[in-house]
């Protein structure tokens, strides 16, 4: 054995000089933020689609706006820009309020959320539009046929069947979620796990080797995500071939 694969060991052990604990608490940030953005993400994602299938012309130019600017620039780019400027503009509404609200401090894990969801809510916009319009057209006239109502045709008709089209698309957006919370690691506020994993191979010179744990602790994560997409995919598909 290399003489050296002890002491390379015991860096990632729980102990007082090991990494263990904090590249565990540096995965907890990206499980918060990843989870947190996506959340955003179904939101301005259901939002978009809503308004790219409105009758509303103005509704539908907005929304290929907001998918084409998105879709257009680096990704890196656009969290840059929705971070300082998105927080610069609140701070900008909100000193309308009054002197005292224009120094309040927007918080740094809110603005990066915010930024990732918006970005991701792009995508998640043209994965639930291509969901809704999969959806045979005779089910929902037949539902209407039958009296049921809006609320009650997307409950029973429109959700179940937009989520069993949809979820492919929003498994890899998930995916892309957990990499790319990595990008919050430029704005110097987080310590997520490609932060700690910077952090630990500047300190103790073993690039190699801490970066390649953070690479096995996104590797860990992908394979329980998908794990859990594989049980998602086989309840939505029940009862299809």
Not at 76 to 99: M, N, R, T
Not at 106 to 122: E, Q
């Amino acid at each position: 054995m290399d003489a050296s694969s002890p002491s390379l060991l015991s860096l990632m052990s729980f102990s007082q000089d090991g990494w263990g604990a904090r590249f565990i608490e540096g995965l907890v940030v990206t499980v918060q933020v990843s989870v947190t953005a996506y959340a955003v993400s179904l939101i301005f994602g259901l939002l978009g689609a809503s308004a790219k299938l409105s009758p509303y012309k103005s509704l539908r130019v907005i929304a290929d706006g907001y998918t084409t600017l998105v879709r257009a620039l680096p990704e890196l780019l656009l969290l840059l820009l929705v971070f300082y400027s998105g927080a610069d503009a609140i701070k900008f509404l909100l000193s309308f309020l009054g002197d005292d609200y224009a120094d309040i401090e927007i918080d740094p894990f809110a603005a990066a959320v915010g930024a990732l969801g918006f970005i991701g809510g792009a995508y998640m916009t043209e994965v639930m539009r291509g969901a809704i319009q999969s959806i045979p057209p005779g089910q929902i006239e037949a539902a209407k046929a039958c009296g049921m109502s809006p609320l009650l045709r997307v409950r029973r008709i429109i959700l179940p069947q937009m989520l069993r089209f949809a979820l492919p698309g929003m498994s890899n957006l998930w995916l892309n979620a957990t990499k790319d919370s990595s990008l919050i690691s430029v704005l110097g506020s987080f310590q997520d796990i490609l932060f700690m994993g910077y952090r630990a191979a500047s300190t103790t010179k073993h690039y190699s080797f801490f970066y390649s744990m953070t690479a096995l602790f996104f590797l860990a994560l992908t394979l329980v995500s998908m794990a859990v997409i594989r049980l998602l995919e086989a309840r939505v598909n029940r009862g299809y071939k």
